[in-house]
């Protein structure tokens, strides 16, 4: 395991995804189940601040339209970089850990399930911000997966 996290972060992407985001935390996002997700966390949501429901699920619908659209070739391209880089028993052992930290780690805090917030800040601000447009600045995930899959296409043009 050890050998795919030395090639993941020192080769495999040496300048891709150069934003304030770490690689391995975008590696693990990609597999985030974010639209499985949404739905019980919106319900959450409802429960304690019913009128962030509409606001939320704008900055979902739009997030969904420009990047939640890429999330599968994201994937796709992180395994095929990946089976060159490492084979494919080792790829198959990575995509289990990026899938472990996506759903055990990334999920419970982005996207709680059946949660009863005690106020409504989740709701009205932290995870609108998960959604949020703009640099990356926003201190939110790193699921602009339309902008990694165009940074990856660019950094794979080979030079004329």
């Known amino acids: 395991m050890l050998r795919i996290l ?12 150069a934003g304030n985001a770490g690689k391995m935390q975008i590696f693990a996002t990609a ?23 509409a606001p939320l699920q704008a900055a979902y619908a739009q997030w969904q339209a420009k990047h939640g659209v890429y999330q599968q070739e ?3 391209i992180i395994r095929k970089n990946l089976l060159l880089e490492v084979g494919a028993e080792q790829t198959e052992q990575a995509i289990a850990a990026f899938r472990y930290a996506a759903s055990q780690q990334i999920a419970p805090i ?12 989740f709701c009205t601000r ?35």
């Open 126 to 160: 932290s995870l609108l911000r998960e959604f949020a447009e703009g640099t990356g600045d926003s201190g939110g995930l790193p699921l602009k997966f339309a902008d990694y899959v165009r940074e990856w296409k660019q950094q794979s043009i080979p030079a004329k």
């Open 6 to 17: 030395v090639a993941l972060l020192a080769g495999l992407t040496s300048s891709v995804f």
């Open 31 to 53: 597999f985030l189940d974010v639209q499985g997700l949404f739905p019980n966390t919106l319900q959450s949501c409802s429960d304690i601040a019913p009128a962030s429901v």
């Open 110 to 121: 982005h996207f709680p399930q059946n949660y009863h917030f005690k106020d409504d800040y």
């Open 74 to 76: 994201l994937q796709q």
